[in-house]
Nanobody
Framework: QVQLVESGGGLVQAGGSLRLSCAAS????????MGWFRQAPGKERGYVAA????????HYADSVKGRFTISRDSAKNTVYLQMKNLKPEDAAVYYC?????????????????WGQGTQVTVSS
């Protein structure tokens, strides 16, 4: 089992920045991929970014490229999502997810464990 705990959400003005954290515990040696997803009210959960557990490869949704950066601290078993130039449309509950297959993917069903989510609110 893997446990994921997100933190770092909050209220920010448009154009501002936030850094989300996702701390993994449990059988972290089984993790191959970590992803960030988000879900706004009335919308499906959508892909944001992913990173392989080794931290060598990253991938981003087109909507966040150039503004968001995913990274990993191996010593802390923590994955980060640095978000800059936030827009009102970025407001959502952000979830981190862990996958056990060596595959960086935007598909939610490829991820095996999910955190509880952290709210990001962007005021215009």
């Amino acid at each position: 089992q893997v446990q994921l705990v997100e933190s770092g959400g909050g209220l920010v003005q448009a154009g501002g920045s936030l850094r989300l954290s996702c701390a993994a515990s449990g059988l972290t040696s089984s993790i191959t991929t970590m992803g960030w997803f988000r879900q706004a009210p009335g919308k499906e959960r959508g892909y944001v970014a992913a990173i392989d557990w080794g931290g060598a490869s990253t991938h981003y949704a087109d909507s966040v490229k150039g503004r968001f950066t995913i990274s990993r601290d191996s010593a802390k078993n923590t994955v980060y999502l640095q978000m800059k130039n936030l827009k009102p449309e970025d407001a959502a509950v952000y979830y981190c997810a862990a996958g056990l297959r060596p595959l960086i993917t935007f598909l939610t069903y490829e991820y095996d464990y999910w955190g509880q989510g952290t709210q990001v609110t962007v005021s215009s």
